[in-house]
């Protein structure tokens, strides 16, 4: 047997084996698209503030608004399209924040006590212009808590009623507490789950330069199930998210999870200024429901803070059986 004839045509073959891998990598890219922002499609609902084209989504045409906040930093308000059941009886907003979801991608500030204020800014602008001088309501849900509390207590004179729903953290010495849970919840099953997602993500096709890792982000906001979020055997649709910010996620959430004293920011600073009715709702399975909240927030808030828990749901309670929170929004909105 010529050893030699043998060997060249099994080299020949791995050879043609990578280029044909690499061949069709390179047919295939491009070959999955995600949403593009405000920046690329024209046809996007959109509402300028400073600027910026915020993406905003309008529900019913009642004089009173609500404005919706979503979580993140980094997320989208999708999954927040429940709370449009409110809009019987009030114009919804529902908008994706700076740098994120389908508006347009942009620098994140370095610092975040500049990104806190930005995204502030923004939502004063949207207040501003649906509002036309009248006060409106708003629903912030975790980071979105945490940015209406921060309003809160810069413009209380803008805000009729307030619900916050969870937020992570108010006050910088909650960070570390906060950090602590969520590294003793993370599990390696879990984060092999989004394995796929990495292997697909050369095959997306960019336009703004994001749209990779953001299709990677997307792909983890729909992954979670069970604790430390949600109840036992509860799951987030899979459609949780049209399109995350990996970019506003990487500065903000993942400097914080290394080193907490990056969340410098009192969220609850100028509170007490606010004296109108306000909700903060709170679940009954996740790691910063009522519990959490009674022991590190409740005491920070104004006095008429009411305190309710939504029993048999975790923290997406506007998502995964949303009925019961926003029969509770709903009731305190009509007082």
């Known amino acids: 047997m010529n050893t030699d004839y043998v060997a060249k045509p099994i080299i020949g073959g791995r050879k043609f084996g990578w280029l044909s891998m690499l061949g069709v990598s390179m047919f295939f890219q491009g070959c999955?698209?995600?949403?593009?922002?405000?920046?690329?499609?024209?046809?996007?609902?959109?509402?300028?503030?400073?600027?910026?084209?915020?993406?905003?989504?309008?529900y019913g045409d009642r004089p009173d608004?609500?404005?919706?906040?979503?979580?993140?930093?980094?997320?989208?308000?999708?999954?927040?399209?429940?709370?449009?059941?409110?809009?019987?009886?009030?114009?919804?907003v529902l908008y994706d924040q700076r740098g994120t979801g389908l508006s347009a991608r942009e620098s994140v500030p370095a610092s975040f006590r500049d990104f806190v204020d930005r995204q502030i800014a923004d939502l004063d602008g949207l207040v501003d212009h649906f509002g036309q001088g009248r006060p409106v309501r708003l629903i912030g849900h975790s980071w979105g808590g945490m940015l209406v509390?921060?309003?809160?207590?810069?413009h209380p004179e803008k805000v009729s009623h307030a619900v916050i729903a969870e937020p992570g953290i108010l006050r910088p010495e909650v960070a570390p507490v906060f950090v602590k849970k969520l590294k003793e919840s993370q599990s390696i099953s879990a984060m092999l789950g989004i394995v796929p997602a990495f292997v697909k993500m050369i095959f997306v096709a960019s336009v703004d330069g994001h749209e990779r890792t953001d299709y990677v982000l997307t792909a983890m906001s729909g992954r979670s199930e069970g604790p430390?979020?949600?109840?036992?055997?509860d799951r987030m649709p899979a459609d949780f998210s049209r399109r995350s910010g990996y970019a506003v996620m990487k500065a903000t959430t993942m400097p914080m999870m290394d080193d907490p004293s990056v969340f410098n920011v009192d969220l609850t600073d100028g509170l007490n200024r606010y004296n109108r009715p306000l909700l903060l709702l709170s679940s009954e399975?996740?790691?910063?429901?009522?519990?959490?909240?009674?022991?590190?927030?409740?005491s920070?808030?104004?006095?008429?803070?009411?305190?309710?828990?939504?029993?048999?749901?975790?923290?997406?309670?506007?998502?995964?059986?949303?009925?019961?929170?926003i029969a509770l929004v709903r009731g305190f909105f009509r007082r």
């Open 228 to 233: 430390p979020y949600l109840c036992p055997g």
């Open 149 to 154: 509390s921060a309003y809160l207590g810069r």
């Open 32 to 58: 999955i698209h995600i949403p593009q922002t405000t920046a690329f499609d024209a046809d996007l609902p959109r509402t300028i503030v400073d600027g910026y084209p915020l993406y905003t989504e309008q």
């Open 65 to 92: 608004v609500v404005i919706v906040v979503h979580g993140g930093p980094g997320g989208d308000s999708k999954y927040l399209q429940s709370l449009s059941a409110l809009s019987d009886e009030y114009r919804v």
């Open 285 to 298: 399975c996740s790691f910063i429901g009522y519990d959490y909240q009674e022991q590190y927030h409740r």
């Open 300 to 325: 920070y808030l104004p006095a008429q803070t009411e305190h309710v828990k939504v029993a048999q749901n975790g923290h997406t309670m506007f998502t995964v059986r949303p009925d019961a929170a």
